[in-house]
T-cell receptor
Framework: EAGVAQSPRYKIIEKRQSVAFWCNPI?????LYWYQQILGQGPKLLIQ????????DSQLPKDRFSAERLKGVDSTLKIQPAKLEDSAVYLC?????????????FGPGTRLTVL | GEDVEQSLFLSVREGDSSVINCTYT??????LYWYKQEPGAGLQLLTY?????DMKQDQRLTVLLNKKDKHLSLRIADTQTGDSAIYFC??????????FGDGTTLTVKP
């Protein structure tokens, strides 16, 4: 079974530029999550999708971050414009449903460096 | 609000047992998880425990939950060098919200 795929693996941009990350969840997984993991910290949930609808985006900085999951499969996360403090690893995860005991499978992450 | 605390570092010798501790604040937490993260990789679920349990064992892993003190621990028996990684504790509340600790870096010395 293929895992969660993310691209690119690494991205370096200058502040005020835009950047987009892509995630392809495990086939058949209805729930998709985007996390931000700053160096030395645990992952922080940015947004959770159930199919193509948003379940929780309470911690997403909506003035600069946006995410979509068209057709309930792949998802993109965009930052526009980027700030220095956005430097982090962006992790995508998926689970079969949104049940609390459902295992979340994580992708390898995209490491973003904002200069 | 939710908060999950872990000690930052733990160092053990190969073959010893490792105990990683975690405290959480939300009494409505229903599930508590342990994840492992190796360098450059995403998080791998190791085990989880439901809040009405006080112990769960899975091969070399033993999870203990003290709900009264909101304390969770992960014991790894016969720790190997391949167990060196960052271990994250996470809670999931009744509302389905996940909160992760900042991770404990486990170093296993040969």
């Amino acid at each position: 079974e293929a895992g969660v795929a993310q691209s690119p693996r690494y991205k370096i941009i200058e502040k005020r530029q835009s950047v987009a990350f892509w995630c392809n969840p495990i086939s058949g997984h209805a729930t998709l999550y985007w996390y931000q993991q700053i160096l030395g910290q645990g992952p922080k949930l940015l947004i959770q999708f159930q199919n193509n609808g948003v379940v929780d985006d309470s911690q997403l900085p909506k003035d600069r971050f946006s995410a979509e999951r068209l057709k309930g499969v792949d998802s993109t996360l965009k930052i526009q414009p980027a700030k220095l403090e956005d430097s982090a690893v962006y992790l995508c995860a998926s689970s079969l449903t949104k049940g609390r005991a459902d295992t979340q499978y994580f992708g390898p992450g995209t490491r973003l460096t904002v200069l | 609000g939710e908060d999950v605390e872990q000690s930052l570092f733990l160092s053990v010798r190969e073959g010893d047992s490792s105990v990683i501790n975690c405290t959480y604040t939300d009494s409505s937490s229903t599930y508590l998880y342990w994840y492992k993260q190796e360098p450059g990789a995403g998080l791998q679920l190791l085990t989880y425990i439901f809040s009405n349990m006080d112990m769960k064992q899975d091969q070399r892993l033993t999870v203990l939950l003290n709900k009264k003190d909101k304390h969770l621990s992960l014991r790894i028996a016969d720790t190997q060098t391949g167990d060196s990684a960052i271990y994250f504790c996470a809670e999931v509340t009744n509302a389905g919200k996940s909160t992760f600790g900042d991770g404990t870096t486990l170093t296993v010395k040969p």
